[in-house]
């Protein structure tokens, strides 16, 4: 193996032997078309590694100023948890039989955007913390270092890609940056080519995509931008799914499709408060409701409340945009999604407080699951931080198990959105098991839908890969009640139980959503 200059990638040369050499007869070699990715997050790892493994005639790079990020891509240990991931990272960055690596992991940010032809932006565009549009609007500061660093270095024609989620005509600003900082003469076509994938099925979702949208300034090079995205994309998905249409629809769809995903959740959620004092079923509902071909079953199980770092931010962006835009009406409404999700919270735990008794005081309570959703590691707006720091301001002990997510960010999360941290520091507790942490609990509380928890599914979990066995555990139920207070509460948030088995071993179980006749 040989490594080509600057950039510390193999590449594989042949050896010829100098006597018989004849310049004639060797073939300048087509130089590779070359990815890169900058961002190496849950977005930028999977699909540089999809698009990787489909493109074997493409080198994918991907930089991130993160070294243990990068360090950790490089391994068999990669720093986010998917399912499937590790196969098709290794099918492309340690390939076997006559394929060539084409993945690369990096943290010479410089050298692989000078080398590319293509660059994705996949870098984080949290909630602005501070200044003006606080709270709401998107924060694009990693966005514009990656994008100066490219006007910086860049001394070929490059096709800029925003993968991130950005707020409608941030086109615009990378435009101005490059139009700044680039050497003239340079072009810089832009695209918004928006992600979609949901994590813990990311690979899935990559790898048999509803759509990939690709916008695009509607000028011959746009055009022409668009299609030299889409041929990548080609190479393994269908191209009637391939969608190119104007760069800013491409921008707000985006916006538009996780506000409506959320807002689903946000109504079956309004329901299930309804359904709790009506004595109806919010899964019943739900069911019949998606029935119907127009609304259709998905994204309409009740809940805690959603999380993760998408849906809030994305809808606070777009209820600021419409804000910017002298819509405060329709500011607002985007606005009520989040304020319902609020609310679920916050109902939830009262119900819990209600149910205990009215005093949580010294109470031992057992949470189980922490990650914002199953077969994910991701801890980042978790409905479970704002129960858990609910429960300890209440008095309460609160002893926390997941399978995946690692202690000391359970601790980091919930330290970081409380106001009484040496409160937390002696109430809060977490476990290696589901039994240790329910040992002596006054109640348990549900509040990821890990397989492991459910009674309704009957063999081991279905999560694979990092974690082992961990994410393999099935709960005994039986034995959780021989290690419990009684009464033995089960306040399932996630809706995961069957409560009836449950009842006859003694347990009173509160699910989200249903109303006692
Ligand atoms: N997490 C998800 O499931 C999805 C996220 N998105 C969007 O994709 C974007 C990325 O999200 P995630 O991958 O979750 O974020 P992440 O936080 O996991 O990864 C972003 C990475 O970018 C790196 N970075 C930031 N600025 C950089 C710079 N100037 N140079 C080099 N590296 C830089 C960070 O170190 C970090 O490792 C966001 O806009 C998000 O809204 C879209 C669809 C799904
Ligand atoms: O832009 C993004 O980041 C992504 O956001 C979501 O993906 P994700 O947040 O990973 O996961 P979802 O499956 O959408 O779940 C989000 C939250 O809603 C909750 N949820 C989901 C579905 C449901 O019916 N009920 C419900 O409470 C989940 O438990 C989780 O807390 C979208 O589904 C993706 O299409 C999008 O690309």
Redesign the pocket.
Known sequence: MHTQAGQGIPVPVTITNSTNFDPQKTRTPQRMKKVCC???????GPTSAVMATKNPDVSVTV????KD?IEAWKTNELPIYEPDLLDVVQHARDPVAKRIPNLFFSTD?EGAIAEADIILL????PTKSMGHGAGQASELC?LE??VR?IGEVATSDKIIVE????PCKAAETVRDILNATAKPGLNFEILSN??????GT?VRNLLHPDRILIGSLNTPRGLAAARSLADLYASWVDRSRIITINLYSSELAKLAANALLAQRISSVNALSAMCESLGADIDEVSHCVGLDQRIGPKMLKASVGFGG??FR??ILSLAYIAESLHLPQVADYWRSIVGINEYQKERFTRRIVKCLYSSLSSKRLAVLGFAYKKDTGDTRETSAITVVNNLINEGANVRVYDPLVEEDRVWEEVLASSDRRETVKQRLSVWPSAYEACADADAVIILTEWDEFSNKISGPGDARGRGGDRTKRVLDWSRVAGLMQKPMYVFDGRNVLDAAPLEKMGFRVESIGKGVV
């Not at 900058?38 to 930028?44: D, E, L, N, S, T």
């Open positions: 900058i961002g190496a997050g849950y977005v930028g930089v991130d100023y993160n990020r940010v996949s870098v984080n565009t990693h270092s990656a660093r993968k991130s989620t950005v928006p992600e979609f994938l949901a994590e990311a770092s998408c931010k994305d």
